[in-house]
């Protein structure tokens, strides 16, 4: 069986950043993935990715903060912990760098959540039928 190539580690860290980006995910946890010490891995994904391991853990977050601003009515702070941050201020200042505007302004500028939830038409039926009925199906005898 043949070694597997130390690039193929360092896109198996990338993959974790990715996939678990709103839990307590640490450089130091993506460097045991890459099967690296901490500060090598750091100049290898550098190197391989063009950013740092923390500048990309970083983008994922604030990229799927920018998706839930647009997509949800949830407060900046709920939007904060989903990702995975733990400063409402950190979180905001990122996003200001990273954007161009705060969280709150950002969300301003895009269209209500609400004009995005799209609810098939059979639930549309299913939940719009009257819940009382004048009449019985099944038979049975109404009251008197």
């Not at 990338?14 to 450089?27: K, N």
């Not at 959540?113 to 099944?138: L, W």
């Amino acid at each position: 069986m043949a070694p597997v190539p130390p690039s193929r580690h360092l896109l198996a860290a990338r993959d974790l950043a990715d996939r678990a980006y709103a839990s307590p995910l640490t450089v130091a946890d993506m460097a045991r993935e890459a099967h690296l010490s901490g500060a090598h891995f750091s100049r290898r994904f550098r190197a391989a990715f063009g950013e740092s391991p923390h500048q990309y853990l970083l983008s994922r977050r604030l990229e799927r903060a920018a998706s839930l601003l647009r997509n949800t009515d949830w407060s900046v702070a709920r939007i904060c912990a989903a990702v995975g941050l733990a400063s409402v201020g950190s979180f905001t200042t990122s996003f200001r760098r990273m954007f161009g505007a705060t969280p709150t302004s950002y969300r301003a500028a895009s269209p209500p959540a609400a004009n995005a939830a799209h609810v098939p038409p059979c639930v549309i039926r299913a939940y719009g039928r009257p819940m009382v009925r004048t009449f019985r199906e099944d038979g049975a005898p109404g009251p008197d």
